[in-house]
């Protein structure tokens, strides 16, 4: 039925994305190899390779990654429907990969970088200040009309805008839930890092939202999937950049913020603790030594010597 109302369009028709299904076959065989044969000869013996929690980490964020990728949302987005593009992009940059860095040992991430040149970069790179810098200056980019309007029309070059973006948002995520804990910032500062984060989408949010006319060539097309105008296509795209991003960063950063005080409230509740347990042992053993005390019959009468009934 959308077929015919778009004049013969199918937007529903299957496309197979091999390039996918290796990517995520491959990363899905790696992890697996490595839990299995590499882990237990990289952790102490006893200790799991991979905890409960990051496999379940793993499987979240391998499926969004081949939602996220493969038909039809990339289809849709990549032909039709910018805001799913925006949704794809969404996924891509701020849920796969904090999933997939949560999935991560440090012993993998380890084995991965190596000791190198690659090591080096990546504890340039994945500081603060280089990786948002990094992060947001792309994001900016890829939203120029002539990038856009290339990567819908050439799927190489799309794929290279993804990969790019993507890097990015590994470096951006590793301080904040990285497995290296050299380059993991205080859950403050990873308060304060996301809140800046969130600050930058919402200016081609707002840009896309307030608009007049088609703002991207190749989403201005007669086929108009389920009769969304390509105006109204764009609004909604900047209402998932500047709230939609926003939003999911703001439930992390009150997230941390719960955490983080439940953290402290522990740590002072233990100082405590600490500090008058000292008085609480001397006074515990003060009364110990009372009760230890056995009360002899010499002590009762002189007792009564010197303190006599009255007449």
Not at 65 to 94: K, N, S
Not at 166 to 179: E, M, N, Q, T, Y
């Amino acid at each position: 039925m959308i077929a015919q109302a778009a004049g013969g369009t199918d937007f529903w028709r299957w496309v197979p994305h091999p390039e996918v299904w290796l990517l995520v076959g491959g990363v899905i065989g790696l992890y697996v190899y490595g839990a299995r044969v590499i882990g237990p000869k990289a952790v102490p013996a006893g200790t799991p390779a991979v905890t409960a929690s990051q496999k379940r980490w793993f499987v979240f964020g391998i499926l969004m990654l081949w939602l996220a990728a493969d038909w039809p949302v990339h289809d849709i987005g990549e032909e039709y429907l910018y805001f799913v593009h925006m949704a794809q992009h969404t996924f891509l940059t701020f849920v796969i990969p904090p999933a997939l860095l949560l999935a991560t040992p440090e012993w993998l991430a380890r084995l991965v970088v190596g000791t190198g040149r690659a090591d080096r970069w990546l504890h340039k790179l994945a500081r603060p200040v280089p990786a948002a810098v990094l992060f947001n200056a792309l994001a900016l980019l890829i939203h120029w009309q002539t990038i856009v309007n290339n990567a819908s029309a050439n799927g190489l070059f799309h794929y290279g805008v993804h990969t790019a973006i993507v890097v990015a948002a590994f470096l951006l995520w590793i301080p904040v839930c990285g497995p290296f804990p050299e380059l993991r910032i205080s859950v403050p500062a990873q308060m304060l890092y996301l809140f800046l984060t969130s600050i930058v989408p919402t200016v081609p949010g707002a840009w896309l939202i307030f608009a007049q006319g088609a703002v991207y060539s190749a989403y201005d097309i007669p086929q108009r999937m389920f009769g969304i105008s390509v105006t109204t296509d764009q609004q909604v795209a900047g209402a998932i950049m500047k709230l939609g991003a926003g939003t999911y960063l703001w439930v992390i950063i009150t997230m941390l913020f719960f955490k983080w005080s439940a953290a402290q409230q522990r740590a002072d509740k233990a100082e405590r603790i600490a500090r008058h347990a000292p008085t609480l042992a001397a006074a515990a053993a003060s009364d110990d030594a009372a009760v230890g005390e056995e009360l002899t019959y010499e002590q009762v009468a002189e007792a009564f010597e010197k303190h006599p009934a009255p007449g």
